[in-house]
């Protein structure tokens, strides 16, 4: 079955560079979330999208955005990055409530 | 906002035993109830859910069990095998959909199957 997929699946960065990261759902699914996971800790809800419309947000920082397309697939845009930032990034998608996560884009700003 | 408290952090089993992770939430609007698997490097994998409305779904060696009065719900593996070692997150949310119900997760229980 086709899973979620994620790209890049590594990505490094320096202090104060921007980053995309690009996250494409399982065939049919409306809806993504993103999450950001430290080191050692649980997943963070950042923001969700539905039919292309904002739907929820978390505790996205303001130097972060992110949008959904036509074709449903999401980029996750992070400026100004900072050491902090380092951490895994998924992306989760569905159609109804069952949230499917990707393989995570880990990201290290140096 | 959604607080979800797991324990224990850590839980080391012998292989075929059975394992236990339980999970508490304090926002009453929350009815549904995900758990997920995950393995080092890798995504969360859904591995059972449970909604309000149900006390108790099993799908073989795994179960989860709903108390929604006391608002705590929990996993139960049986039969563990050497597999089964990864850390578990439970997680609550609205379960609206239309992507008004981002997770909330537990801490994590970082399962330990002894050999």
């Known amino acids: 079955a086709a899973g979620v997929i994620q790209s890049p699946r590594h990505l490094i960065k320096e202090k104060r560079e921007t980053a995309t990261l690009k996250c494409y759902p399982i065939?049919?699914?409306?809806?993504v979330y993103w999450y950001q996971q430290g080191p050692g800790q649980d997943p963070q809800f950042l923001i969700s999208?539905?039919?292309?419309?904002?739907?929820d947000k978390g505790s996205i920082p303001d130097r972060f955005s992110a949008q959904q397309f036509s074709d449903y697939h999401s980029e996750l845009n992070m400026s100004s990055l900072e050491l902090g930032d380092s951490a895994l990034y998924f992306c989760?998608?569905?159609?109804?409530?069952?949230?499917?996560f990707g393989p995570g884009t880990r990201l290290t700003v140096t | 906002g959604e607080n979800v408290e797991q324990h224990p952090s850590t839980l080391s089993v012998q292989e075929g035993d059975s394992a236990v992770i339980k999970c508490t939430y304090s926002?009453?609007?929350?009815?549904?109830f995900p758990w997920y698997k995950q393995e080092l490097g890798k995504g969360p994998q859904l591995i059972i859910d449970?909604?309000?409305?149900?006390g108790e779904k099993k799908d073989q060696r795994i179960a989860v069990t709903l108390n929604k009065t006391a608002k705590h719900f929990s996993l139960h593996i049986t039969e563990t095998q050497p597999e089964d070692s990864a850390v578990y997150f439970c997680?609550?949310?609205?379960?609206?959909?239309?992507?008004?119900?981002?997770?909330?997760f537990g801490k994590g229980t970082h399962l330990i199957i002894q050999p």
């Open positions: 989760a998608s569905t159609l109804v409530s069952e949230q499917y």
């Open positions: 065939p049919r699914h409306d809806t």
């Open positions: 999208f539905y039919e292309k419309m904002q739907s």
């Open positions: 926002d009453s609007a929350s009815n549904y």
């Open positions: 449970i909604r309000s409305n149900v």
């Open positions: 997680a609550a949310s609205t379960g609206t959909g239309g992507g008004a119900d981002g997770l909330t």
